[in-house]
């Protein structure tokens, strides 16, 4: 599903010693099957972005458009919208709750109205979209499981209703380095694999690089810049001032042109930089 922004600004606590200025004159546009990722500090509006998508939250001013679904100032239904975007929130373990892992990814689809002959199927095709064993994991307590299995019993609660939009917000915190890329490597296989719009919402910029195909930053409500991964390097200045931090890889490149060592900025993957290199120390470049 396609995404549109058509001039979309928010508001919060309108009329209020509160309200706040949260977005302002947004316009984007998210072809299908993109893999996008916001980002910003705390408070540049990202997610209050992501959640317009959906329908979470209407615009003040402006029309976002996603597929066929047109959401603005008046109030919708917007339950079939929602049939079809998956929201994967800040820590989505804590939103388990029932006894079984079964039950708990099968909720969503009781809630969309799913026909009860049909449920199984799509929980164990969730289970398998995540990397969980169907059979050995259905029955037991979501609450007995490790912390990553936890985030993937979640993650297939949200994916079971087949969404054609998945939005992941700060998929990674809290977890250690090796479930970060696990869950990362997941969610560019479910992309690969699935082909649907993806949005990533987060903090680290390496992250953002790694995975997606293009970066909008935000920064006080309004688009910062707009830009694939390997623009990112001629932009950093104007990202550290909005406080975006740069990656290990990115200072690694500014070091070695101290050294008349120039990384190509098409060179933004750590895979990419290493085979790079390797080829430099053999004289191959």
Known sequence: MEICFDKVSYTYAVGTPFEKQALEQISLHIPSGQFVAFMGHT??????????????????????????????????????LRAKIGYAFQYPEHQLFEET???????????????????????????????LNFEELKDRSPFQLSGGQ???VALA???????????????????????????????????????????????HLEEAMEYAER???????????????QEVADHLSQLLEAGILSTPLLQLKRALEQYNIVIPNEIYKEEQLVNYLTAFMKGER
């Not at 920064?219 to 694939?228: E, P, T």
């Open 43 to 80: 408070g540049s509006g990202k997610t209050t972005l992501a959640q317009m998508i959906n329908g979470l939250i209407r615009p003040t001013r402006g029309e976002v458009q996603v597929g066929e679904y047109r959401i603005g100032q008046k109030k919708k239904d917007l339950r079939a």
């Open 157 to 203: 609660g949200v994916l079971s209703i087949q969404p054609k939009v998945l939005i992941l917000d700060e998929p990674t915190a809290g977890l250690d380095p090796y479930g970060r890329l696990e869950l990362l490597q997941l969610v560019k296989r479910l992309h690969q694999e699935e082909k649907i719009t993806i949005i990533l919402i987060t903090h």
């Open 215 to 229: 970066i909008i930053f935000l920064n006080q409500g309004r688009v910062l810049v707009d830009l694939a991964p």
């Open 101 to 131: 892992v079964y039950k708990d990814i099968s909720f969503s689809l009781r809630q969309h109205q799913v026909p009860e002959e049909m449920i199984a199927a799509r929980v164990m095709k969730a289970m398998a979209l995540v990397g």
């Open 150 to 152: 936890m985030r993937r």
